[in-house]
């Protein structure tokens, strides 16, 4: 597919993540009440305002009066398609709607953006293989790297939603429990191992209640966002045995700020790669459902330039989310309208393409050198880490936002906790 | 504590679980909406009529009109205490309001019962010792029976806020991914060690952000609810290294229909147990944080009489709700109005005392033989559970009502999955 081409001039450009193809959902603000925006080019369209003005009508609603993409999705597959079938002819080139769609123009540079959904349930999985036995050689060795089950099992977690943060939002380097090798009896400090993890995160859009296919999976996924799953590694060295992790993982999820709907990336369908062992029949994918997404790392210290940390692709992934969206449902568990899954972190085969700190500082033991200079283990305070991603079409590409945060001090151990 | 007198004559005999001095708090139906109701004797008052008729006023009202007692907690506990003084004094003998609230009261025969809160989200631990010990020794061996960091660490994981129901919702036995000891590759079939486990759940009625003392974390509890936490261990043991538990426990976990709050429980506050390793200062409890509460487990095969299978006290706990919630909020997490914190298995020193079967069957080795005669390893289709628990006063109990679940058959296996 090529670039469709917008009034919007700045979605002509082939740099920009937003052009006419993509037309990702976010929410944001600028001063006042925050609406459901749509991204196009360096505009925000806001359909809140166009939808109480009666200039956009969506079957069933009004849906984009609350600040969050929930009642859309709920709406359903027909007016997810009616909803982009509708902004892509408004907005092409030409189109007569240009008049009263262009005064809902607002400059993304003048937005601070939020949530772009209420997430109903928070599930992260562990579906990249290169990090799976990056991981499991630095703790178990390489002959036992990967878990028996996981060749046959999207292997996931319940994750903590309250966590889940927009890009943007400083991230707080937690306190918590924490024995080192050497430690007689665990201790309450600063986590020193604080690290990232690069994923992407799928959308459940359509409520289930009972097993469903993975062809039905991969229809009730709404849209992706990219993901970045803050992870304290000594709290969780220390805690996960035997349960999983818990406050290692709790403290902050960043999330981009837009959503970029399975529609969007439908041109950037990829295979899930060759199984080393046959998978169950209903783990079978019917198409191909990954995406062929490129995605990068970067690390800025305080006042400093950024490093470029990584780069990977999400076609890195041994599962879909669809394969993980139908696992999640085989014992009966009911799936939310919102509901986030995250991916796994995303490895790629080559040192340059490892999605946390972890594995590119193989545990700490080989620490990154920075293009300033300075070297990297872990997240130092002030450092801000940005997560990118975009699918390259013909002379066009299609992105996410940047999901940005930067690291606070952990807080002062109370007086009571000393 | 003595029992307090009420009009409510049935409130008034030794033997209700409903007395003056509890007032639990739910939701029910008689054919119409659903409504909040607060259990008296063998009667409920539905206050929700109450408000809504002006009767009852409420500090920032109207907070009983959605059918969820939500808005109650959040309201905090100013309120809480308003709503029980003036319910206590309202319903108490010789009270002028006998007049205008007798009109409003529904007989629990007639009720159908209905989930008494939103659930924000769901964590479950695993702090009973006995139950650690024994599942320990099955899985690792008596020496390595408890994880290292057990005597640390209230362990715990989030659990599916979406597979909470109310007592009474019929249980489907799951589907699931299996791989027995001798099995070269795991099948997707019925579970075969589908399971209960006796637990109380905490809800959390006050929102926090950041972390928390245990005495914060203690006033922040609105109150409790029995819980069945239904398990499926051949699934769980396939499934859950290295991440924890997941489609094991997302087929269910029933709650009583009444939350018995923290002020109804005051009178039986116990202490935690002996420390057998130093807990951390931020874990230190200023004062009882445990409950004395009865607890009871029946089983009835279909068409069958019912026997008891377990009895156990919710003071076997090694660590408290209230070092639990204080725990989670370490690193930082957020905690919401509705989370709900199951206290994990709680199971006694002697086999008559265990909180599931995987116990009391020692993993099968040793099948129960029920009143009836037949024995059981684990559950079978047709079978139903109650759980049962009351703390003992001085000529009255408090207790939680019933909590029961009917094992159904698990469903067809799809083609697509076969």
């Known amino acids: 597919m090529t670039l469709l081409k917008s009034w919007v001039s700045s979605a002509n450009s082939a740099e920009t993540e937003f052009p006419l193809n993509n037309l990702p959902y976010g929410v944001f603000s600028t001063g006042g009440a925050a609406a459901c925006g749509v991204a196009i080019g360096d505009q925000i369209l806001n359909v809140t305002a166009l939808e109480a003005a009666g200039k956009l009508t969506l079957a069933g609603g009004p849906l984009l009066q609350k600040a969050a993409w929930n009642d859309v999705m709920a709406a359903g597959p027909a007016v997810w398609d009616a909803l982009r079938t509708t902004l892509q002819s408004a907005l092409a080139e030409g189109a007569a709607e240009e008049a009263t769609f262009a005064p809902n123009l607002v400059a993304q540079a003048d937005a601070t953006m939020h949530m772009p959904f209420t997430v109903a349930e928070y599930t992260d999985f562990y579906a990249g293989k290169n990090h799976a036995m990056n991981v499991g050689t630095m703790f178990r060795g390489p002959e036992n790297a990967l878990p028996p089950n996981w060749l046959s099992i999207p292997i996931g977690y319940n994750g903590r939603a309250s966590s889940v943060v927009v890009s943007g939002t400083d991230v707080v380097r937690p306190n918590g429990q924490l024995k080192g090798p050497n430690d007689e009896l665990p201790r309450f400090a600063p986590s020193a191992r604080f690290d990232i993890e690069l994923e992407m995160g799928a959308i459940v859009g359509t409520a289930s209640d009972g097993m469903i296919s993975v062809d039905q999976a991969d229809d009730n996924i709404f849209g992706y966002v990219l993901l970045n799953d803050w992870s304290a590694r000594d709290i969780q060295a220390w805690e996960y045995q035997p349960l999983g992790p818990f406050q290692a993982k709790a403290t902050a999820t960043s999330i981009s ?162």
Chains 1, 2 share one sequence.
């Not at 295979?271 to 191909?288: A, G, H, I, M, V």
């Not at 200079?373 to 996410?400: H, I, N, P, Q, W």
Request: charge should be negative; charged fraction near 25%.
């Open 257 to 418: 700020p837009w959503i970029v709907t399975s529609a969007a990336l439908e041109p950037f369908r990829t295979t899930t790669p060759e199984r080393e062992r046959p998978l169950l029949p209903y783990l079978t994918e019917s198409k191909p459902m990954l995406y062929d997404i490129d995605l990068e790392v970067a690390l800025q210290p305080e006042g400093k330039d950024e490093t470029i940390v990584a780069r990977t692709n999400y076609n890195e992934m041994y599962y879909s989310a669809a394969q993980q969206l139908c696992h999640h449902t085989t014992s009966g568990c009911s799936m939310r309208v919102g509901d986030l899954l995250g991916s796994g972190t995303i490895s790629g085969p080559e040192k340059t393409n490892r999605g946390s700190f972890l594995e590119l500082s193989w545990g700490g033991k080989e620490p990154l050198t920075l293009d300033t200079g300075e070297t990297r283990s872990f997240l130092e305070d002030g450092d801000t880490v940005a997560l990118r991603g975009s699918a390259k079409g013909d002379g066009y590409r299609v992105g996410f936002g940047d999901v940005t945060g930067k690291i606070l001090p952990a807080p002062a151990v109370p007086d009571w906790a000393k």
